[in-house]
Protein backbone atom coordinates (compact mmCIF):
# COMPACT_ATOMS: atom_id res chain seq x y z
CA UNK A 1 0.00 0.00 0.00
CA UNK A 2 1.62 3.48 -0.70
CA UNK A 3 1.66 6.35 1.19
CA UNK A 4 -0.49 8.06 -1.55
CA UNK A 5 -3.31 5.42 -0.88
CA UNK A 6 -2.98 5.16 3.12
CA UNK A 7 -3.24 9.22 2.42
CA UNK A 8 -6.59 8.87 0.40
CA UNK A 9 -8.13 5.90 2.63
CA UNK A 10 -7.35 8.59 5.86
CA UNK A 11 -8.72 11.31 3.65
CA UNK A 12 -12.37 9.50 3.22
CA UNK A 13 -12.21 8.34 6.55
CA UNK A 14 -11.65 11.39 8.07
CA UNK A 15 -15.19 13.17 6.10
CA UNK A 16 -17.22 10.36 6.76
CA UNK A 17 -16.22 10.14 10.14
CA UNK A 18 -16.68 13.96 10.70
CA UNK A 19 -20.02 13.61 9.14
CA UNK A 20 -21.31 10.65 10.84
CA UNK A 21 -19.96 12.06 14.26
CA UNK A 22 -22.69 14.66 14.41
CA UNK A 23 -25.06 11.18 14.79
CA UNK A 24 -22.40 9.48 17.74
CA UNK A 25 -23.09 13.45 18.92
CA UNK A 26 -26.79 12.66 19.22
CA UNK A 27 -26.33 9.36 20.92
CA UNK A 28 -23.78 10.63 23.52
CA UNK A 29 -26.70 13.47 24.37
CA UNK A 30 -29.82 10.74 24.08
CA UNK A 31 -28.06 7.53 25.68
CA UNK A 32 -24.40 8.87 27.88
CA UNK A 33 -26.24 12.01 29.38
CA UNK A 34 -29.90 11.41 29.47
CA UNK A 35 -29.77 7.74 29.40
CA UNK A 36 -32.32 6.56 27.21
CA UNK A 37 -31.25 4.18 23.87
CA UNK A 38 -33.01 6.34 21.02
CA UNK A 39 -33.60 3.43 18.33
CA UNK A 40 -35.50 5.48 15.75
CA UNK A 41 -31.65 6.75 14.95
CA UNK A 42 -31.97 5.30 11.28
CA UNK A 43 -35.12 6.51 10.88
CA UNK A 44 -34.20 10.14 11.87
CA UNK A 45 -31.02 9.84 9.60
CA UNK A 46 -32.85 8.92 6.99
CA UNK A 47 -35.46 11.74 7.40
CA UNK A 48 -32.71 14.08 7.69
CA UNK A 49 -31.08 13.14 4.29
CA UNK A 50 -34.85 13.42 2.80
CA UNK A 51 -36.01 16.67 3.60
CA UNK A 52 -32.86 18.31 3.21
CA UNK A 53 -32.37 16.57 -0.03
CA UNK A 54 -36.18 18.03 -0.97
CA UNK A 55 -35.45 21.10 -0.07
CA UNK A 56 -31.89 21.47 -1.79
CA UNK A 57 -33.11 20.12 -5.09
CA UNK A 58 -35.61 23.22 -5.08
CA UNK A 59 -33.05 25.38 -4.81
CA UNK A 60 -32.22 26.14 -0.84
CA UNK A 61 -29.18 24.34 0.15
CA UNK A 62 -29.02 26.14 3.06
CA UNK A 63 -32.36 26.65 4.08
CA UNK A 64 -32.32 22.42 3.43
CA UNK A 65 -30.02 22.42 6.47
CA UNK A 66 -32.58 24.34 8.66
CA UNK A 67 -35.20 22.49 7.26
CA UNK A 68 -33.57 18.92 7.81
CA UNK A 69 -32.82 20.20 12.06
CA UNK A 70 -36.57 21.06 12.44
CA UNK A 71 -37.09 17.28 10.96
CA UNK A 72 -35.08 15.87 13.25
CA UNK A 73 -36.57 17.98 15.91
CA UNK A 74 -39.92 16.56 14.90
CA UNK A 75 -38.98 13.18 15.39
CA UNK A 76 -37.57 13.41 18.36
CA UNK A 77 -40.46 14.97 19.42
CA UNK A 78 -42.92 12.38 18.69
CA UNK A 79 -40.37 9.67 20.27
CA UNK A 80 -39.95 11.65 23.75
CA UNK A 81 -44.17 11.65 23.68
CA UNK A 82 -44.33 8.23 23.34
CA UNK A 83 -42.07 7.77 26.49
CA UNK A 84 -43.48 10.36 28.34
CA UNK A 85 -47.08 11.14 28.12
CA UNK A 86 -48.49 7.78 26.58
CA UNK A 87 -45.85 5.36 28.75
CA UNK A 88 -44.39 3.33 25.86
CA UNK A 89 -41.23 2.16 26.93
CA UNK A 90 -38.18 4.14 25.49
CA UNK A 91 -36.66 0.73 23.21
CA UNK A 92 -40.63 0.36 21.71
CA UNK A 93 -41.35 4.22 21.14
CA UNK A 94 -37.77 3.98 18.90
CA UNK A 95 -38.82 0.99 17.19
CA UNK A 96 -42.20 2.42 16.35
CA UNK A 97 -41.09 5.96 14.93
CA UNK A 98 -38.23 4.12 13.48
CA UNK A 99 -41.03 1.99 11.38
CA UNK A 100 -43.33 5.09 10.70
CA UNK A 101 -40.34 6.98 9.15
CA UNK A 102 -39.91 4.60 6.70
CA UNK A 103 -43.04 5.62 5.08
CA UNK A 104 -42.69 9.54 5.92
CA UNK A 105 -39.16 9.23 4.00
CA UNK A 106 -40.94 7.72 1.24
CA UNK A 107 -43.56 10.37 1.05
CA UNK A 108 -40.84 13.05 1.61
CA UNK A 109 -38.99 12.03 -0.93
CA UNK A 110 -42.38 11.98 -3.91
CA UNK A 111 -43.64 8.61 -3.60
CA UNK A 112 -39.68 7.08 -4.99
CA UNK A 113 -37.16 5.22 -3.32
CA UNK A 114 -34.23 8.05 -4.67
CA UNK A 115 -33.80 11.32 -4.97
CA UNK A 116 -30.46 12.13 -7.55
CA UNK A 117 -28.95 15.37 -6.80
CA UNK A 118 -25.95 15.53 -9.55
CA UNK A 119 -27.43 18.88 -10.86
CA UNK A 120 -28.44 20.23 -7.10
CA UNK A 121 -26.58 23.12 -5.57
CA UNK A 122 -25.48 21.97 -2.23
CA UNK A 123 -23.73 23.41 0.99
CA UNK A 124 -20.39 21.30 -0.24
CA UNK A 125 -20.74 22.72 -4.29
CA UNK A 126 -20.60 26.48 -2.72
CA UNK A 127 -17.91 25.64 -0.46
CA UNK A 128 -15.86 23.89 -3.83
CA UNK A 129 -16.28 27.75 -5.39
CA UNK A 130 -15.42 29.32 -2.02
CA UNK A 131 -12.03 27.25 -2.00
CA UNK A 132 -11.12 27.38 -5.15
CA UNK A 133 -7.79 28.65 -6.31
CA UNK A 134 -7.17 27.99 -2.73
CA UNK A 135 -4.80 25.29 -0.71
CA UNK A 136 -7.78 24.05 0.22
CA UNK A 137 -9.33 23.14 -3.27
CA UNK A 138 -10.75 20.03 -2.74
CA UNK A 139 -11.25 19.87 0.73
CA UNK A 140 -14.28 21.46 0.63
CA UNK A 141 -16.37 17.93 2.50
CA UNK A 142 -13.66 17.63 5.24
CA UNK A 143 -14.16 21.64 5.63
CA UNK A 144 -17.93 21.74 6.08
CA UNK A 145 -18.30 18.51 7.98
CA UNK A 146 -15.59 20.35 10.31
CA UNK A 147 -17.39 23.45 10.66
CA UNK A 148 -20.22 21.60 11.45
CA UNK A 149 -18.81 19.19 14.01
CA UNK A 150 -17.71 22.33 15.98
CA UNK A 151 -20.76 24.04 16.23
CA UNK A 152 -22.69 21.15 17.55
CA UNK A 153 -19.82 20.44 20.12
CA UNK A 154 -19.46 24.16 21.17
CA UNK A 155 -23.44 24.69 21.17
CA UNK A 156 -23.30 20.80 23.31
CA UNK A 157 -20.43 22.31 25.80
CA UNK A 158 -22.28 25.67 26.73
CA UNK A 159 -26.01 23.61 26.17
CA UNK A 160 -25.09 21.23 29.09
CA UNK A 161 -23.42 23.77 31.31
CA UNK A 162 -26.91 25.98 31.31
CA UNK A 163 -29.49 25.15 34.03
CA UNK A 164 -31.71 23.15 31.26
CA UNK A 165 -28.62 21.18 30.67
CA UNK A 166 -27.94 20.40 33.66
CA UNK A 167 -31.48 19.14 34.65
CA UNK A 168 -31.33 16.87 31.61
CA UNK A 169 -28.19 15.68 32.86
CA UNK A 170 -29.52 14.76 36.43
CA UNK A 171 -33.15 13.10 34.84
CA UNK A 172 -30.35 10.54 32.95
CA UNK A 173 -28.46 9.92 36.57
CA UNK A 174 -31.41 9.91 38.84
CA UNK A 175 -35.19 10.30 37.53
CA UNK A 176 -36.21 9.94 41.04
CA UNK A 177 -34.50 12.28 42.28
CA UNK A 178 -34.78 15.03 39.57
CA UNK A 179 -38.63 14.55 40.66
CA UNK A 180 -38.21 15.45 44.29
CA UNK A 181 -36.39 18.55 43.32
CA UNK A 182 -39.61 19.90 41.26
CA UNK A 183 -37.76 19.31 37.57
CA UNK A 184 -39.94 17.67 35.25
CA UNK A 185 -38.37 14.69 34.04
CA UNK A 186 -40.65 14.53 30.97
CA UNK A 187 -39.87 17.87 29.31
CA UNK A 188 -36.26 17.36 30.22
CA UNK A 189 -36.70 14.03 28.07
CA UNK A 190 -38.21 15.80 25.45
CA UNK A 191 -36.33 18.49 25.21
CA UNK A 192 -32.96 16.13 25.01
CA UNK A 193 -34.60 13.86 22.47
CA UNK A 194 -35.45 16.79 20.06
CA UNK A 195 -31.61 18.22 20.40
CA UNK A 196 -30.14 14.88 19.74
CA UNK A 197 -32.55 13.96 16.70
CA UNK A 198 -31.86 17.37 15.18
CA UNK A 199 -28.15 16.62 14.93
CA UNK A 200 -29.17 12.74 13.86
CA UNK A 201 -31.10 14.79 10.97
CA UNK A 202 -28.15 16.94 10.01
CA UNK A 203 -25.50 14.11 9.66
CA UNK A 204 -27.98 12.58 6.90
CA UNK A 205 -28.98 15.95 5.56
CA UNK A 206 -25.08 16.65 5.05
CA UNK A 207 -24.02 13.16 4.56
CA UNK A 208 -26.85 13.29 1.01
CA UNK A 209 -25.68 16.88 -0.30
CA UNK A 210 -22.01 15.36 -0.12
CA UNK A 211 -22.72 12.00 -1.79
CA UNK A 212 -25.12 13.89 -4.43
CA UNK A 213 -28.00 11.04 -4.02
CA UNK A 214 -30.47 10.24 -0.92
CA UNK A 215 -31.79 6.44 -0.66
CA UNK A 216 -34.31 4.69 1.32
CA UNK A 217 -31.67 2.92 2.94
CA UNK A 218 -29.35 5.52 3.41
CA UNK A 219 -29.70 5.32 7.51
CA UNK A 220 -30.00 1.96 8.10
CA UNK A 221 -27.70 0.12 9.99
CA UNK A 222 -26.72 3.94 11.68
CA UNK A 223 -27.53 3.38 15.20
CA UNK A 224 -24.94 0.26 15.62
CA UNK A 225 -22.21 2.10 13.82
CA UNK A 226 -22.78 5.29 15.74
CA UNK A 227 -23.44 3.30 19.30
CA UNK A 228 -19.76 1.09 18.15
CA UNK A 229 -18.09 5.13 17.67
CA UNK A 230 -19.52 6.31 20.99
CA UNK A 231 -17.77 2.88 22.40
CA UNK A 232 -14.67 3.60 20.49
CA UNK A 233 -14.66 7.64 21.12
CA UNK A 234 -15.71 6.54 25.27
CA UNK A 235 -12.55 4.06 25.60
CA UNK A 236 -10.29 6.52 23.53
CA UNK A 237 -11.65 10.14 25.99
CA UNK A 238 -13.98 9.00 28.26
CA UNK A 239 -12.90 11.03 31.33
CA UNK A 240 -13.02 14.51 31.65
CA UNK A 241 -15.20 17.08 30.76
CA UNK A 242 -18.16 17.46 28.07
CA UNK A 243 -15.33 18.85 25.82
CA UNK A 244 -13.13 16.51 25.63
CA UNK A 245 -16.02 13.34 26.50
CA UNK A 246 -17.28 15.46 22.59
CA UNK A 247 -13.68 15.32 21.24
CA UNK A 248 -13.60 11.55 22.25
CA UNK A 249 -17.09 10.75 19.92
CA UNK A 250 -15.36 12.50 16.97
CA UNK A 251 -12.28 10.39 17.35
CA UNK A 252 -14.51 7.18 17.61
CA UNK A 253 -16.49 8.12 14.55
CA UNK A 254 -12.97 8.74 12.65
CA UNK A 255 -11.66 5.16 14.29
CA UNK A 256 -14.43 3.11 12.88
CA UNK A 257 -14.77 4.62 9.71
CA UNK A 258 -10.88 3.88 9.11
CA UNK A 259 -11.91 0.64 9.80
CA UNK A 260 -14.55 -0.02 8.01
CA UNK A 261 -12.45 2.09 5.01
CA UNK A 262 -9.77 -0.38 5.27
CA UNK A 263 -11.70 -3.77 4.98
CA UNK A 264 -13.06 -2.27 1.67
CA UNK A 265 -9.77 -1.40 0.50
CA UNK A 266 -8.53 -5.07 1.26
CA UNK A 267 -12.23 -6.22 -0.73
CA UNK A 268 -13.60 -7.06 2.25
CA UNK A 269 -17.35 -8.27 1.22
CA UNK A 270 -19.75 -5.21 1.38
CA UNK A 271 -22.24 -7.39 3.24
CA UNK A 272 -19.47 -8.69 5.96
CA UNK A 273 -19.34 -5.08 7.21
CA UNK A 274 -22.88 -5.24 9.27
CA UNK A 275 -21.07 -8.01 11.01
CA UNK A 276 -17.66 -6.04 11.51
CA UNK A 277 -19.61 -2.94 12.93
CA UNK A 278 -21.39 -6.05 15.91
CA UNK A 279 -18.33 -7.50 16.50
CA UNK A 280 -16.97 -4.01 17.23
CA UNK A 281 -19.46 -2.95 19.68
CA UNK A 282 -19.29 -6.56 21.43
CA UNK A 283 -15.78 -6.23 21.60
CA UNK A 284 -16.11 -2.42 22.76
CA UNK A 285 -19.27 -2.74 25.63
CA UNK A 286 -17.70 -6.24 26.93
CA UNK A 287 -13.83 -4.92 26.72
CA UNK A 288 -13.78 -3.08 29.62
CA UNK A 289 -15.79 -6.35 31.54
CA UNK A 290 -12.81 -8.96 30.84
CA UNK A 291 -10.89 -6.66 32.01
CA UNK A 292 -11.78 -6.21 34.93
CA UNK A 293 -12.52 -10.09 34.76
CA UNK A 294 -9.05 -11.39 33.42
CA UNK A 295 -6.89 -11.50 36.75
CA UNK A 296 -9.61 -13.77 38.23
CA UNK A 297 -9.84 -15.62 35.12
CA UNK A 298 -5.91 -15.68 35.28
CA UNK A 299 -5.65 -17.03 38.99
CA UNK A 300 -8.38 -20.23 38.28
CA UNK A 301 -6.09 -20.91 35.06
CA UNK A 302 -3.01 -20.81 37.16
CA UNK A 303 -4.37 -23.10 39.68
CA UNK A 304 -5.53 -26.03 37.55
CA UNK A 305 -2.25 -25.94 35.58
CA UNK A 306 -1.13 -26.18 39.48
CA UNK A 307 -3.57 -29.19 40.14
CA UNK A 308 -2.43 -30.90 37.36
Not at 82 to 94: C, I, R, Y
Not at 212 to 225: A, F, R
Request: aromatic content about 8%; hydrophobic content about 55%; proline content about 2%.
Amino acid sequence: MTIATMFSLGETALKLGLICSLTVLALFLSYSMLNVCDLSTDGCFTFGAAVGAAVAVSGHPFLSIVAAMVAGVGSGFVTAILQTKLGVDSLLAGIIVNTALYSVNIAVMGGSSLINMNRTPTVFSMMKETLKDTPLQGREDIIVALIAVVVVIAFLVFFLKTRLGLAIRATGNNADMVKSSSINPAFTTIIGLCVANAFTALSGCLLSQSQKSVDINIGQGMVTVALASLLIGGTLLGRGGIFVRAVGMVLGSFVFRLVYTIALRFNMPAFMLKLVSSVIVVLAISGPYLKKQWPQLKRRMTHRKGGM
